[in-house]
């Protein structure tokens, strides 16, 4: 029995709940979820290379005859006030509350003792039920890849925007979803250009969920994933996301004009259909079309890479029964976590690697970062405000590789977050990290030697990330040294440096503005009382309360005043993948960008947010006690296995061992190879690696 189980009672007076009691299934699944969330001490997962299934906290509650619960609360799923709002976009959208159910520890008991009254049976069925199949537009052709010898079927479905949308009273408006099918070339050998071919309906479906959000997902990003899963006789599906890559983007279509035109209120309406949950629905009615289309029963295999974790998560929530197995690579979502827990624990990360980069690789660029950073602020040339950002304001203008204006900037403060490369670098073992229980395993080709006075030293070799930013600052500072003290109206600044910036830049918000509109949304779930609040632009607020003092260059964040001149020992840390208000986000994302900030902070302030979890349902996840008996090791269940990584920088392996825990026959493999991080299972040489790990286990 848990620790924290609820002990039984002999006498109804021995206890503190109020006098009346009233409760049911829902709200006891409420709180069940919450207390799993609150006290994750009580199931403390193993780590590599031992392979154990996470069992999720078991709670148990007494039968009190005399005396039950009532819990009074707003119905967590009903909605809410949609008068005038856009009715194209906004009026059929759905907006769920969660109750606010305070759980306290006293005595190893849960209490259940919350506010009481009555309220209306509620369940999030009616929000996964009913989805329709998509529509398959056109025909479909194979092409054949010369290098590989795969084929590869472009299809394209349609969906609407809102799968609950009534559409017997107003017109439903609807989405272009881009996807590429990934298969053995049949033999004989088809032409590009030959008629339609049919889909496979015996082999199994792939289905490859992307990183993200706001990532487009084309089929030969990973070639050797292809190689792999074709060898095992599946075929590969990959979707761009609604609103990304191939597909139509968000702001792109149709009805661009008329978004453009929305209030800012309308347009953050507008966003919140682009999230996983509704991912996940495009996803359902795709499978419901295909298995029509080839008149088969279709269970997808997830393989989902950091954001696609997110997404395979939710699926596995709410829709179950259409998977066969989730693997997921440096992609478990930090489930009951606030948005503010998940960023206190990525910057641990992003201030170790500024460490390593400062004080182990290159000391003397602290001084230079200061140099670049005091000229970008107080003396590169001033721009006219930009749409979301009226006041003007210091930076150099990008331009593209054929010299088109991208209407994106070179800021300090844009500067300042080339640290998000940092998460390729592996961390510098410090004496403190080392487990005398615990070898790791280590990389040959990770070390490099060196004799210094004829003694052989062994010493890490330097990170290309930390190369690249070097060679970067180097020339930025060979150019403010060889400029004249009178520049003639000339930038110091070279193109060529511009340049190599522009290149070095990973953010892309230009390309991809979802990614700035939803990357903190992404962290905001109505699961609980606990996790139902706003993000409140948490990454920042957690930057400039770090006790090192290296983010103090990102206050203010949207006043027309810059940061006052540091003394000559000030610290300036560069920043990870975290997304702050502007000034930062209107030079990074330009005009693709600029038309949603104001949406964007409404964004930060929502706090009801529909759940994109289930955790009673993902603790279920597991075969029942007669399955066992009868010999049945899977049972019902789905296969969940994923690999995390020791020195993730943007998904916390402390966070992910706390969410394996919580889905029911979880394997989670921690990769032994310290050199290995977030983006391994896209890389050639560890590709095969990683998935042999999520297929077939540790070894």
């Known amino acids: 029995m848990s620790p924290w189980a609820v002990q039984q009672y002999d006498k109804p007076g021995d206890h503190d709940l109020p006098t009346t009691f009233d409760i049911n299934s829902q709200n006891l699944s409420l709180l069940l979820q919450e207390a799993a969330i609150l006290y994750p001490q009580c199931t403390k997962p193993k780590l590599y290379p031992t392979i154990q299934p996470y069992h999720p906290v078991t709670v148990t509650t007494p039968e009190v005859p005399v005396r039950s619960v009532a819990v009074t609360t707003k119905d967590p799923f009903s909605e809410g006030d949609r008068s005038g709002q856009d009715p194209t976009h906004t009026t059929d959208y759905r907006e769920y509350d969660t109750p606010a159910v305070a759980l306290r520890r006293k005595d190893n008991r849960l209490p259940l003792s919350v506010n009481t009254g009555s309220r209306q049976e509620a369940s999030t069925e009616g929000l996964w039920t009913g989805i329709k199949p998509a529509v398959l537009l056109g025909t479909i052709k194979p092409r054949q890849a010369t290098k590989d010898g795969h084929t590869f079927r472009t299809l394209e479905f349609e969906v609407p925007l ?309 060679h970067l600052i180097t020339r930025f500072i060979s150019d403010l040294d060889n400029s004249p003290s009178s520049n003639d109206g000339k930038n110091p600044i070279s193109p060529a440096t511009l340049a190599l910036y522009t290149n070095l830049e990973s953010f892309a918000l230009h390309r991809r503005p979802l990614y700035a509109l939803l990357h903190e949304a992404i962290y905001c779930s109505s699961t609980c009382s606990q996790t139902r609040q706003p993000s409140n632009w948490a990454a920042i607020d957690v930057a400039l309360s770090h006790p090192s003092g290296g983010f103090s260059w990102l206050s203010p964040t949207s006043s027309g005043t810059i940061p006052s001149r540091g003394n000559t020992n000030k610290k300036y840390y560069f920043t990870g993948e975290t997304l702050h208000p502007s000034p930062l986000l209107s030079p990074l994302g330009g005009p693709a960008l600029t038309p949603f900030l104001g949406a964007s902070h409404i964004l930060a302030q929502k706090a009801d947010w529909p759940a994109l979890y289930d955790l009673c349902s993902l603790r279920q996840n597991q075969p029942s006690a007669k399955e066992k008996e009868e010999g049945m090791v899977r049972g019902m269940a789905v296969r969940v296995r994923a690999v995390a990584y020791k020195q993730d920088m943007y998904v916390d392996l402390e966070l992910s061992q706390q969410a394996a825990g919580l889905i029911g026959g979880c394997e989670l493999v921690v990769c032994p190879f310290k050199s290995w991080g977030h983006g391994s299972l896209k890389e050639v040489d560890k590709t095969g690696r990683v998935l042999g790990w999520l297929f077939d286990g540790f070894e």
């Open 162 to 470: 809102d799968h609950h949308h009534d559409s017997t009273s107003q017109k439903v408006a609807l989405l272009n979803l881009q996807a590429e099918l990934v298969d053995s070339l049949p033999k004989p050998n088809p032409t590009p250009d030959a008629p339609s071919s049919p889909i496979s309906p015996q082999k199994c479906f792939i289905l490859y969920l992307c990183g993200g959000p706001g990532d487009g997902n084309p089929s030969d990003r990973v070639p050797e994933l292809n190689k792999f899963c074709l060898n095992r006789g599946y075929q590969v599906l990959y979707v761009h996301y609604r609103g990304t890559g191939l597909s139509p983007l968000f702001f792109d279509s149709t009805a661009k004009a008329k978004i453009l035109n929305m209030s800012d209120q309308d347009k953050a309406n507008y966003l919140t259909k682009f999230r996983q949950d509704n991912i996940v629905r495009d996803l359902e009615a795709i499978r419901l079309c295909l298995e029509n289309e080839l008149a088969t029963k279709i269970k997808w295999t997830l393989v989902g890479q950091s954001f696609g974790g997110w997404v395979a998560t939710t699926y596995l929530s709410f829709l179950p029964k259409s998977l066969e197995a989730v693997y997921i690579s440096a992609g478990m979502p930090p489930l009951g976590k606030t948005p503010r827990e998940v960023y206190e624990k990525m910057y641990v990360h992003i201030v170790r690697r500024n460490e390593d980069y400062f004080n182990e690789y290159f000391p003397e660029d602290q001084e230079h970062v200061r140099t670049i950073v005091e000229h970008l602020r107080d003396k590169a040339p001033l721009q006219k405000g930009v749409e979301g950002q009226p006041a003007p304001f210091r930076g150099y203008e990008l331009f593209g590789e054929h010299g088109e204006r991208k209407g994106c900037y070179l800021t300090y403060q844009t500067f300042m977050t080339l640290g998000r490369t940092f998460g390729s670098a592996p961390v510098i073992r410090r004496d403190r990290d080392r487990d005398e229980d615990e070898e790791e395993e280590e990389e040959p080709s990770s070390l490099a030697s060196s004799s210094i006075g004829g003694v052989l030293t062994i010493r890490p070799k330097i990170p290309v990330a930390y190369q690249k930013l070097h």
